[in-house]
């Protein structure tokens, strides 16, 4: 066998494991939790779209944000209704991650697609501006590998008319946090499997509230 192919075959179970590590972070925190009571939906029904990527730089990030961003916009909600882009290579400080995110907001103004779409974050040392970083409140936006979820304004309209107490999401998930505790949330065991970066390491800087 060739050593493209043995590389194939390694980035391709390393996918697997990414993979795998967002779905069990997304059934034991986010829905388990109840953190985002539109998302047991999508994921019963097969509509979230896992993209891993593979730039090692922020450049590399926004050429995949872009073909993501296009492929969500063109494909029928029925069969992908939202995105995940986990970028496992790169960004895994929180400083480089919440800076890229202009250019993230940039990409999807420069395709047209503001008021289309719109992209939230998560990252495994995030945290939100007058916190500290050991605040419990942070892993509301705590995921296993710096993360872009793409989604549907169209979507989101239809799950906040039918959840009208979408407005209380955020101080709810606040005291569900505070109530579950550091030891709580560590024993859902949903950070990384894999040693692509150390998620335990604590964030340098802290994100304002996008929401």
């Not at 209380?168 to 946090?177: A, D, G, K, S, T």
């Amino acid at each position: 066998m060739s050593s493209a192919a043995v590389s194939s075959a390694d980035l391709a179970a390393r996918d697997a494991i990414v993979v795998q590590d967002m779905v069990r972070w997304l059934e034991r925190a986010v829905i388990d939790l109840n953190l985002c009571p539109f998302a047991k939906g999508v994921h019963v029904k097969g509509q979230i779209h896992y993209a891993v990527s593979h730039a090692t730089d922020g450049r590399g990030v926004l050429q995949d944000l872009q073909r993501e961003l296009e492929a969500l916009a063109e494909a029928s909600p029925e069969k992908r209704d939202t995105t995940l882009l986990i970028v496992p290579g790169c960004m895994e400080d929180f400083l480089d991650f919440n800076d890229f995110l202009e250019l993230a907001d940039e990409m999807l103004d420069m395709l047209d697609l503001g008021g289309i779409l719109q992209i939230a974050s998560f990252h495994p040392q995030f945290q939100f501006e007058g916190t500290t970083p050991d605040d419990i409140t942070n892993a509301t936006n705590r995921a296993p590998y710096p993360t872009l979820h793409l989604i549907r304004e169209e979507s989101l309209d239809a799950a906040v008319e039918a959840f009208p107490e979408a407005e209380m999401i955020y101080e709810r998930n606040m005291e569900v946090l505070r109530q579950l505790g550091a030891e709580g949330w560590k024993a859902l065991d949903v950070g990384a499997r894999c040693p692509m970066h150390d998620a335990t390491e604590a964030p340098h800087t802290a994100a304002k509230d996008r929401a």
